[in-house]
């Protein structure tokens, strides 16, 4: 039995042990991506844990990585579930397990990682939820020696302001404490962090990564004054490709979230400000619900939630789905291949079920696929 072949059983017969391995369907289909990629094979999770222990059962067990890019990217979004809660939904605790298989260089969350963003909400009570995130998602990255790069969202520490005051200033002062404690370091290279967790950068594997918080639809003079210094420093511009994460898209894809501040105010002049240097995706969250989309020369990763309130997609009769995304990126050819999960089932998602176009009340967006 080969290496990958053991650990996966172990893998297995962990998740069994926890009580978060579920039955599936009996067949994955084939992702399809921008890049044309080999098929993948997948299979079942076991009902219950003995049949891991099965040999006939063990090549049914197997699932074989996606085909890897020169850097691997976990992308996850949307972990919460209700306000004050510090319990997670079983496909957060199931994808935080199956994410050391994939072997990625990086996990990168679109936010939303705590249940906050109510007033009534003690101080206690958001700490708790931090140190629930700890255990459930941060301590085993950081034990599986993958940095977590990460946009703090809404939940987490909303940056809405009433009459110029933050409306949720607690939740920010307890989430900066959490990140700025040197037992919570994520592992990453930074490049600026004078605004961390908020706003900051970091380069990893010849990629240059911006976070900026659009934990709100509106991003700040004083933000986008900093995105423009950053973007256009050298160091930006020799990485190989940029990314830019945030929490709020910049066009609205679900139902129920295509109202004005549920998407980035001025989406049109952002992307324009995107695209003048070059960044090849901004990854977002918030909508929970996953779209591979593409407007102009930007990519667009809608990602979808893992945890609770999955919606649909606007122009689809596709049912909510909570996914995860594994990102391979090929930097010669400065591409990149999805593989995006349903994580009740663990099928793969076809890009090709997804509505080829989104009629976005601040405009169209495409399936990336598409030209």
């Not at 950053?230 to 830019?244: F, K, T």
Request: aromatic share 8%; hydrophobic share 35%.
């Amino acid at each position: 039995m080969n290496l990958h072949r053991r650990r996966f059983l172990l893998l297995l017969a962990s998740l069994g042990g926890l009580g978060i391995a579920t039955a599936i369907r009996p067949s994955l289909t084939s992702h399809t991506a921008t890049k044309t990629t080999p098929q993948n094979k997948g299979v079942n999770l076991p009902q219950q844990q003995q049949i891991a222990n099965n040999s006939s059962s063990q090549k049914s067990l197997e699932r074989e990585n996606p085909p890897r890019g020169d850097v691997r990217i976990v992308v996850i979004s949307d972990l919460n579930s209700q306000y004050g809660s510090i319990t997670y939904e079983p496909e957060v605790d199931r994808a935080i397990a199956l994410i050391p298989n994939w072997q990625p260089n990086l996990v990168l969350c679109g936010g939303d990682m705590i249940a906050g963003q109510k007033r009534s909400l003690s101080e206690s009570q958001i700490k708790a939820m931090w140190a629930a995130f700890d255990r459930h998602i941060a301590a085993p990255l950081r034990d599986s020696g993958i940095p977590f790069g990460f946009t703090i969202g809404n939940h987490d520490g909303s940056g809405a302001l009433v009459q110029g005051k933050l409306i949720f200033h607690n939740e920010r002062e307890l989430a900066s404490a959490y990140w700025q404690q040197s037992q919570h370091d994520p592992g990453l290279s930074f490049v600026e962090r004078g605004n961390f967790p908020f706003y900051y950068s970091f380069s990893q594997d010849e990629i240059f990564y911006l976070v900026w918080d659009a934990s709100t639809q509106i991003i700040s003079p004083q933000q986008l004054a900093w995105v423009e210094q950053s973007l256009a420093s050298e160091r930006a511009r020799r990485a190989s490709m940029r990314i830019v994460i945030g929490h709020l898209p910049l066009y609205a894809v679900a139902v129920g979230r295509d109202k004005p501040g549920e998407y980035l105010d001025n989406a049109e002049k952002l992307r324009s400000l995107l695209e003048r240097y070059q960044v090849h995706t901004y990854i977002s969250g918030h909508h929970h619900a996953y779209y591979p989309g593409k407007k102009g020369r930007l990519e667009l990763l809608h990602t979808g939630a893992l945890g609770s309130g999955p919606r649909q997609l606007l122009n689809s009769d596709l049912p909510p789905r909570k996914t995860l995304t594994i990102v391979d990126i090929f930097l010669a050819s400065a591409t990149t291949v999805y593989t995006s999960y349903d994580m009740e089932t663990l099928e793969i998602i076809s890009d090709r079920s997804l509505p080829e176009i989104i009629f976005a009340p601040n405009g169209k967006v495409f399936r990336r696929d598409l030209q």
